[in-house]
């Protein structure tokens, strides 16, 4: 059967890659570092085939057909034929993609990055594609290199101008920090104003910030980063994520029009954080943004019920809501006792502020589905009626 089916995660980056040096080829201007998140509670499934019969390439995602006139999607196509270990005669067959996420696509939630990380994955199984994968799918979005390896990940820019080394490597894998968990907090699923793409091609055009950034900050902190990290030392990790997310949004205030992905709601996030940490002169949880409003949180296992129990105080859920609030890992459920909450320094919310919340940890990358049962194509190469809620 020449059909092929895999799931690839989502990453959250905690040192932000922002800027192209190449635009077309997708080469950053700095090195990068991501977490994997755990593919059960975010993924991205994607079903590959080539077929004789096949009259044209053929693309749908979450159920409705694409256009495959992307510049993007044909880079990675034609790179993945260029490294295929196929007959000649297969190459010439038409290919039928079928793709789903588990999550709201475009709301800052990395969908591009498990996106191509899973076609690459898929199409590069589907052609027996060998070595080195991730500079394919960093030629379909730059994050998405990341996501092609679980645990912690770093994306080395590189300086071949080919791109040749701008690959992703595995720093450590998720065995490494178990406790880790992550929440994100989705605060709108609705698709972005200015793309990540768009964004930081202005940025560079324009803030003279981004200059300092590149050559004076970044170059420490990645280091910083990668030992907090094989040190497991929560408290660096989580001051350096905090910094560097509020730096990369400084750069985008910076940019002229500026490109403003924090709401309203998103500085109240920051701002309870930085109250709840001060409560106990201990860092315990650390936020980070992407091109977007949703906030994603790390702390420890040990701390996730007391913490969640201070958000659900302050920003209060809506009653009998029809969608399942708390999605993820189970959280215990305690109340903050009334010392901890006279210590914070935060007003409550009106209900209804947070969409819904994502408790998950970090996870592995990329892997092929064996059962049959899981093609999201039918035999003739048309996607199958269901529509995936769970990977
Ligand atoms: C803010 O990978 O989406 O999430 O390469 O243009 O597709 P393109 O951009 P993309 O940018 C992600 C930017 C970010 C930070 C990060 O993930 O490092």
């Not at 995602?61 to 005669?89: F, V």
């Not at 994502?358 to 589905?369: A, D, F, K, S, V």
Request: hydrophobic share 35%; glycine share 4%.
């Amino acid at each position: 059967m020449n059909v092929v089916t895999c799931i690839a995660p989502i990453n959250i980056a905690v040192i932000k890659y922002w800027g192209k040096r190449d635009d077309d080829l997708i080469l950053p201007v700095n090195d990068s570092i991501s977490t994997t998140l755990d593919k059960d509670h975010l993924c991205t499934k994607t079903t590959a085939m080539a077929s004789s019969d096949f009259k044209e390439d053929r693309m749908w995602l979450n159920g409705s057909e694409q256009s495959m006139d992307n510049p993007r999607l044909q880079n990675c196509l034609r790179e993945l034929k260029k490294r295929a270990q196929i007959s000649e005669e297969m190459q010439n067959w038409k290919l039928h993609i079928c793709s789903e996420n588990n999550f709201p696509t475009a709301a800052g939630l990395a969908s591009s990055a498990a996106g191509y990380a899973c076609l690459v994955t898929t199409i590069a199984k589907l052609y027996k594609v060998e070595g080195e994968v991730s500079e394919l799918a960093r030629v379909g979005s730059g994050s998405a290199c990341r996501s092609m390896y679980g645990g912690f990940v770093r994306w080395f820019m590189g300086s071949d101008p080919k791109g040749s080394d701008s690959i992703a490597k595995p720093i450590v894998p998720v065995s490494h920090w178990p406790d880790m968990r992550i929440l994100i907090l989705v605060i709108n699923d609705s698709q972005k104003k200015v793309s990540s793409a768009q964004g930081m091609k202005r940025t560079l055009m324009t803030s003279e910030l981004i200059k300092y950034r590149i050559d004076k900050i970044l170059p420490t902190k990645i280091n910083q980063m990668q030992q907090a990290i094989l040190n497991k030392d929560f408290e660096s990790f989580a001051e350096l994520t905090m910094k560097d997310s509020n730096q990369m949004h400084a750069v985008c205030l910076d940019t002229y029009p500026p490109c403003i992905y924090m709401n309203d709601t998103s500085h109240l996030i920051v701002d309870l954080i930085h109250s709840y940490n001060a409560t106990s002169s201990k860092i315990k949880v650390a936020y980070t943004f992407d091109a977007g409003p949703n906030a994603t949180l790390f702390l420890l296992e040990k701390d996730v019920p007391e913490f969640v129990s201070v958000l659900d105080h302050y920003f209060p859920s809506i009653e009998n809501i029809n969608i399942e609030y708390k999605k993820g890992i189970a959280i215990e459920t305690i109340l903050p006792s009334k010392n901890l909450l006279e210590k914070i320094n935060f007003t409550k919310q009106t209900a209804g502020k947070l969409k819904y919340i994502i408790h998950t940890r970090i996870g592995n990358g990329p892997e092929q589905l064996s059962d049959c049962k899981s093609h999201l194509l039918n035999s003739q190469g048309l996607p199958v009626a269901s529509l995936i809620t769970n990977c």
